[in-house]
């Protein structure tokens, strides 16, 4: 693999028994991310334990707990290369009580995969108000992945057997939807695949005839390179925080701005922790410097654990560096709440891989969605289909910047209930100077 292709980050959502995994696995598995070894291996402890059609999923879902149950728990990093692009694939989870993790895994991704599944009841489910296709595309759009390859799958379903009436009609109502979210369906791909046969995945299908467009692989060749902001200062949200024998503490996100090298000075928001990088590493290989879109890991001198958590940004000391915030104002639009939100609401806010409960302190104007314009001044209330400029207070520390100069931190949803009740974007921060 050269070194010089681009790198994008592709989410994989859609709802639970989809065929994320399966689909992803085989994409993986063909690509020469996993040997035959590997695939036959998993392919007889699948048997073993009476899941044969899990095999290529069990390429992703290699933590215990979701082999028992079959289901993607944590975000998965996967790698794969087609001619144009070096793919790191986020596999995220599609049960409803795994959403927080979806979040994360879609705050860092610049191309979303959403699998449909066409089989009947199959495709029902997934599309109706409380399948996850609906809350997975929306998230996806307000976190800014604003390029979408959908992949009908399980075309080899005995209900679907290949049907080309089923994948237009699956096609028409999922672009119908994406439309209402924000998406262009023009611009969108759809491919009928079966994830589990390996049609339309790497190769046409000769079950399919009907079907001129391109392979999956294919498709995800024709997105956009994602445009960089090398030269913004340094923004890494973590992910995860680790210890390793013999190495020290090592944070691990995405570089979403700016440049980390060894030897500059991390600074943490919110708490104003300082340290020393001693090495980042990529997928195991040591760099000298590591720019925005990829999943770096990080060794800092001198900082415990416990020090450093998920939702935390690190920065460079040196160079403006990311700060807590106090409160914040922000545009949101209000779309699955049942009732009235008044001043004093406080539900979880989720932003880059922060999880925190905010405020309403106060709802300081209603818009028109469309064009903007303020309606009413220091509305009551807002709900559903309401646009309005709010100001947050978050209950703990937490970092978010102004969408207008860091977009990745300045977009985030609004969940109450299990689902996401509001989105919106950062439009200004009140930094908190205490720290």
């Known amino acids: 693999m050269s070194k010089e292709k681009p790198r994008v980050s592709l989410v994989v959502i859609g709802h639970v028994n989809?065929?994320?995994?399966?689909?992803?696995?085989?994409?993986?598995?063909?690509?020469?991310?996993?040997?035959?070894?590997?695939?036959?291996?998993?392919?007889?402890?699948?048997?073993?334990?009476?899941?044969?059609?899990?095999?290529f999923a069990w390429v992703l879902d290699n933590l215990?707990?979701?082999?028992?149950?079959?289901?993607?728990?944590?975000?998965?990093?996967?790698?794969?290369?087609?001619?144009?692009?070096?793919?790191?694939i986020i596999d995220v989870p599609g049960h409803r009580d795994f959403i927080k993790?979806?979040?994360?895994?879609?705050?860092?991704?610049?191309?979303?995969?959403?699998?449909?599944?066409?089989?009947?009841?199959?495709?029902?489910?997934?599309?109706?108000?409380?399948?996850?296709?609906?809350?997975?595309?929306?998230?996806?759009?307000?976190?800014?992945?604003?390029?979408?390859?959908?992949?009908?799958?399980?075309m080899d379903d005995k209900s679907v057997n290949y049907s080309?009436?089923?994948?237009?009609?699956?096609?028409?109502?999922?672009?119908?939807?994406?439309?209402?979210?924000?998406?262009?369906?023009?611009?969108?791909?759809?491919?009928?695949?079966?994830?589990?046969?390996?049609?339309?995945?790497?190769?046409?299908?000769?079950?399919?005839?009907?079907?001129?467009?391109?392979?999956?692989?294919?498709?995800?060749?024709?997105?956009?390179?994602?445009?960089r902001p090398t030269d913004k200062s340094l923004r890494i949200p973590i992910q995860d925080v680790y210890k390793i024998g013999g190495i020290g503490t090592v944070p691990v996100g995405r570089v979403e701005t700016g440049t980390i090298k060894p030897g500059i000075t991390a600074q943490f928001a919110p708490s104003g922790i300082t340290a020393e990088v001693k090495s980042c590493e990529v997928h195991h290989e040591s760099l000298d410097e590591v720019g925005p879109g990829t999943n770096v890991g990080f060794n800092v001198k001198n900082v415990a654990l416990k020090d450093i958590?998920?939702?935390?940004?690190?920065?460079?000391?040196?160079?403006?560096?990311?700060?807590?915030v106090t409160s914040f104002e922000a545009q949101i639009v209000v779309?699955?709440?049942?009732?009235?939100?008044?001043?004093?609401?406080c539900p979880v806010i989720d932003c880059h891989t922060a999880h925190v409960a905010c405020t309403f302190t106060s709802i300081k104007q209603k818009l028109n969605r469309q064009t903007g314009k303020v309606v009413?001044?220091?509305?009551?209330?807002?709900?559903?289909?309401?646009?309005?400029?709010?100001?947050?207070?978050?209950?703990?520390?937490?970092?978010?910047?102004?969408?207008a100069e860091y977009p990745p931190l300045g977009r985030f949803t609004i969940r109450d209930m299990k689902q996401t009740?509001?989105?919106?974007?950062?439009?200004?921060?009140?930094k908190d100077e205490s720290v």
């Open 376 to 403: 009413e001044e220091n509305p009551e209330f807002i709900q559903n289909g309401d646009a309005a400029i709010v100001t947050l207070e978050p209950s703990k520390p937490l970092c978010v910047e102004s969408f």
């Open 64 to 88: 215990k707990a979701e082999r028992e149950r079959g289901i993607t728990i944590d975000i998965s990093l996967w790698k794969f290369a087609t001619k144009q692009f070096e793919f790191t």
């Open 164 to 227: 080309q009436s089923r994948y237009e009609d699956v096609k028409s109502e999922v672009a119908t939807y994406l439309k209402r979210v924000g998406y262009k369906p023009a611009k969108v791909t759809f491919v009928p695949v079966s994830g589990w046969e390996g049609d339309n995945i790497t190769e046409k299908s000769a079950n399919m005839p009907w079907y001129d467009g391109p392979t999956l692989l294919d498709a995800l060749d024709k997105v956009s390179a994602p445009k």
């Open 101 to 154: 993790n979806t979040i994360t895994g879609t705050s860092q991704a610049d191309v979303a995969l959403l699998v449909v599944d066409a089989s009947h009841g199959g495709f029902e489910e997934g599309i109706s108000r409380g399948g996850q296709t609906r809350e997975h595309a929306l998230l996806a759009f307000t976190l800014g992945v604003k390029q979408m390859v959908v992949a009908v799958n399980k």
């Open 309 to 324: 958590r998920r939702g935390d940004v690190a920065s460079n000391a040196d160079d403006n560096p990311a700060r807590g």
């Open 335 to 345: 779309m699955n709440h049942p009732g009235k939100i008044t001043k004093g609401y």
């Open 18 to 55: 989809a065929g994320k995994s399966t689909t992803t696995g085989h994409l993986i598995y063909k690509c020469g991310g996993v040997d035959k070894e590997t695939i036959a291996k998993y392919e007889k402890e699948a048997n073993e334990v009476g899941k044969p059609t899990q095999k």
């Open 421 to 430: 009740v509001a989105v919106g974007i950062v439009k200004s921060t009140i």
